[in-house]
């Protein structure tokens, strides 16, 4: 049985009795140094400092100090971007706990702190349901979701994070956000503004353009060379896709990346493979993604189907091109786990007869989009049509 505890910047003096009787009774304690150097001399265990890097590590550890009372300190709420996520992480997937050859029994007991974010939404008087909290400890700046009159907690790197967020704003439009720095929260030396600790979070009321969060963003969204899924198009074939969080989609044959990228958007926990041959095009994806707030999106540059061969296996295909290539429908549904779901696109009478063939043996629903789009004429105004796509969507039996 380990015992997480969750402890502050304010250290010893601020923790619970429970917190308290946790780590004087353990007779191995480990945490970051920082953490260890926060507990009074008559806590007389062993003081274990994490090792760089913690995960891979952390099986081994834990093996090791099977046969003590151990207490792992956590920063905050240990459940909340915390070691205590990551023990549950690798106690679900096996890596660590019972069935996991020479590991100990990782069940556990958490004894949480006030975190970071709560202290924050308390010195600033935010309601925190209304809030969108967001972590960068682990991900880019780049990754961050900006909409006019949202209020953002983001929990920072390190000192030059919120240097970097400033920078991201002005970037895309939000300049005239309203920024807080909160440092040390919790600490003798907390404050607002100044110079930012280590220790910091974000405080942002976003004031810039609106972003949809819907599919179908504007075509000038994406940097293109014309290869672009168009917008009511993608609109229609993102609904057909139905993302849902925690899938896992191949776009296969991916142009500028829009379905992926909005794939992504659907969900923090909706994941992308964007497969792509030509080199250039694989490079715009991978700036449509970071400037669209996904820069996660997986990037292969290969010709399918060679090149889904080592891919993770997916939830969902989408194939946005080269349908008429020999063995990709068949590669693309031998991927898929029964009740994957294929949807592809068709554009030309040859990749339409393919569509209709497969719609043939395996059944599925055949729906063919054609829009209209106004444009001058002259002095007037008339209609513009473009060409219309056929969309194949299938469930693997």
């Keep these: 049985m380990l015992k997480v505890v969750g402890i502050g910047a304010g250290g010893w003096s601020d923790l619970s009795g429970t917190a308290t009787a946790a780590l004087r009774s353990a007779s191995v304690v480990m945490g970051s140094r920082r953490q260890l150097d926060l ?3 008559d806590v007389t265990a062993e003081r274990v400092p994490w090792p760089s890097p913690l995960v891979p590590a952390l099986p081994g ?19 909340f971007h915390g070691i ?27 004894i949480p702190h006030p975190s970071s974010v709560s202290l924050a939404a308390a010195r600033l008087g935010w ?18 979701r900006l909409n006019p009159g949202r209020r953002l907690l983001i929990l920072s790197a390190g000192a030059r994070t919120p240097a970097e967020v400033a920078a991201l704003l002005d970037e895309r439009g939000f300049g005239g956000s309203d920024i807080s720095v909160l440092s040390d929260l919790g600490g003798v030396g907390e404050r607002v503004g100044g110079d930012p600790s280590a220790l910091n979070i974000v405080a942002v009321t976003c004031r810039g353009p609106a972003t949809s969060i819907v599919p179908g963003l504007t075509d000038d969204s994406y940097i293109s060379d014309g290869q672009l899924t168009k917008r009511e198009v993608r ?43 030509d080199p250039a095009r694989a490079a715009t994806i991978e700036t449509n993604a970071a400037r669209l707030g996904v820069p996660g999106l997986t990037i292969v540059t290969g010709t399918a189907p060679a090149a889904l061969t080592s891919l993770p296996a997916p939830d969902v295909v989408f194939i946005g091109g080269g349908v008429t290539t020999d063995g990709l429908v068949e590669a693309c549904l031998a991927a898929l786990p029964a009740g994957g779901r294929l949807v592809a696109n068709a554009v030309t009478l040859e990749s339409e007869a393919v569509l209709t063939g497969w719609h043939g043996k395996l059944g599925g629903e055949l729906t063919r989009v054609a829009v209209q789009r106004s444009k001058p004429v002259g002095g007037f105004t008339g209609w513009h049509t473009m060409m219309p796509v056929t969309i194949y969507a299938v469930v693997k039996p």
């Design 39 to 41: 507990l009074p001399p």
């Design 235 to 277: 609109a229609v074939t993102l609904a057909t896709l139905g993302p849902a969080p925690g899938e896992l989609l191949w776009d296969v044959g991916a142009g500028s990346g829009s379905i992926a990228i909005e794939w992504m958007r659907a969900h923090p926990a909706c994941r992308a493979v964007a497969v792509e041959a």
């Design 84 to 110: 205590g996520s990551t023990l549950a992480r690798l106690r679900d997937l096996g890596v660590v706990g019972p069935g996991a050859a020479g590991a100990s029994d990782v069940d556990f007991e958490v």
């Design 127 to 144: 309601p925190l349901a209304e809030v969108d909290v967001v972590s960068l400890v682990n991900a880019p700046v780049s990754s961050l």
């Design 61 to 79: 550890l834990l093996a090791a100090y099977r046969d003590r009372e151990v207490a792992v300190l956590a920063s905050g709420d240990p459940m």
